[in-house]
């Protein structure tokens, strides 16, 4: 159980090119889900916060406008890179809490590489 | 800084052998959980355990915390050589919530 599904796993797109990453919780409900980045060899850094049907939370010098996330379903966040540059080049995660699981691990996706040109 | 620091950054093993890597972090916890990642891919969750605890078992396994010394253990016994991957603890403290933050990793390398 608690599987969680991200599309595409790997992107390559011309400089100016908006992406759109999908995170899916394919069988539990996830109220938050968390946005990740992650250079080479480095940890992951979390983005934001993202809780269904409410705005998300930015970490500090995470830029809103550039990251766009949408949480419209207990099932289902987005992040856009918005007019993404090569230094957006990077390995995006996401996660997935579910409902009440208050102690419980977040549950990870495998990953988007996204090469910018 | 991140609330988890990890050392070793790298580990290298003989296939059989143990392999132990340390985790410390600043503020009050309310869980700290150890994670896998394999090459390019996306984290493995391996264990959860709660400040109000101090060792946890899990197969080949062991995980200890300190909650005294901010610090945590991860023990794996009798290495494989599919146990090669970054292990990376996370935190989660009572003012964030769910929120976790990560240490920078050890990366283990396991020799056959």
């Known amino acids: 159980g608690a599987v969680v599904s991200q599309h595409p796993s790997w992107v390559i797109c011309k400089s100016g090119t908006s992406v759109k990453i999908e995170c899916r919780s394919l069988?539990?409900?996830?109220?938050?889900m968390f946005w990740y980045r992650q250079f080479p060899k480095q940890s992951l850094m979390l983005m934001a916060t993202?809780?269904?049907?409410?705005?998300?939370?930015?970490e500090q010098g995470v830029e809103k406008d550039k990251f766009l996330i949408n949480h419209a379903s207990l099932t289902l966040s987005t992040l856009t890179v918005t007019s993404a540059h090569p230094e957006d080049s990077s390995f995006y995660i996401c996660?997935?809490?579910?409902?009440?699981?208050?102690?419980?691990?977040?549950?990870f996706g495998d990953g988007t590489r996204l090469s910018i040109l | 800084s991140q609330q988890g620091e990890e050392d070793p950054q790298a580990l290298s093993i003989q296939e059989g052998e143990n392999a132990t890597m340390n985790c410390s972090y600043k503020?009050?916890?309310?869980?700290l959980q150890w994670y896998r990642q394999n090459s390019g891919r996306g984290l493995v969750h391996l264990i959860l355990?709660?400040?109000?605890?101090r060792e946890k078992h899990s197969g080949r396994l062991r995980v200890t915390l300190d909650t005294s010394k901010k610090s945590s253990s991860l023990l794996i016994t009798a290495s494989r050589a599919a146990d090669t991957a970054s292990y990376f603890c996370?935190?989660?403290?009572?003012?964030?919530?769910?929120?976790?933050?990560f240490g920078g990793g050890t990366r283990v390398l396991v020799k056959p």
């Open positions: 996660s997935a809490s579910g409902v009440g699981l208050g102690n419980q691990p977040q549950h």
């Open positions: 069988d539990f409900q996830a109220t938050t």
């Open positions: 993202s809780n269904e049907g409410s705005k998300a939370t930015y």
């Open positions: 503020t009050s916890i309310n869980n």
């Open positions: 355990i709660r400040s109000n605890e």
């Open positions: 996370a935190t989660d403290f009572k003012a964030a919530g769910n929120k976790l933050t």
